[in-house]
């Protein structure tokens, strides 16, 4: 299970910290990654981290202005996101997946959480 946290109205140039905290499968866990959905777009990649590893991936609109972290004693990752623009409104979902080999494809990862809704106003 996944559930997600933090999500909100911000003005543009704002920032916001996501929270994803993960249950009942996390000695699986190969990856945790971030999507987004805005209404009428494709689901896009946001970033993604690996459970055991440092290693971090980033879409290209959000490079520079989003991190992404993991606290593993929590069981939780996190979502920085500062200089926010109003195109980052969507709804955003944590999801984990179990098996290595790319990583900004939705349809990789196993589980997912319902969604927080962040909007960025101008």
């Known amino acids: 299970q996944l559930l997600e946290s933090g999500g909100g109205l911000v003005q543009a140039g704002g920032s916001l910290r996501l929270s994803c905290v993960v249950s009942g499968m996390t000695a699986s866990i190969y990856t945790v990654g971030w999507f987004r959905q805005a209404p009428g777009k494709e689901r896009e990649f946001v970033a993604c981290i690996a459970w055991s590893a440092d290693n971090k991936r980033y879409g290209a609109s959000v490079k520079g202005r989003f991190t992404i972290s993991r606290d593993n004693a929590k069981n939780a990752v996190y979502l920085q996101m500062n200089n926010l623009k109003p195109e980052d409104t969507a709804v955003y979902s944590c999801?984990?997946?179990?098996?290595?080999?790319?990583?900004?494809?939705?349809?990789?990862?196993?589980?997912w959480g319902q969604g927080t809704q962040v909007t960025v106003s101008s």
């Open positions: 999801a984990s997946r179990k098996t290595s080999g790319g990583y900004d494809s939705y349809d990789l990862y196993d589980y």
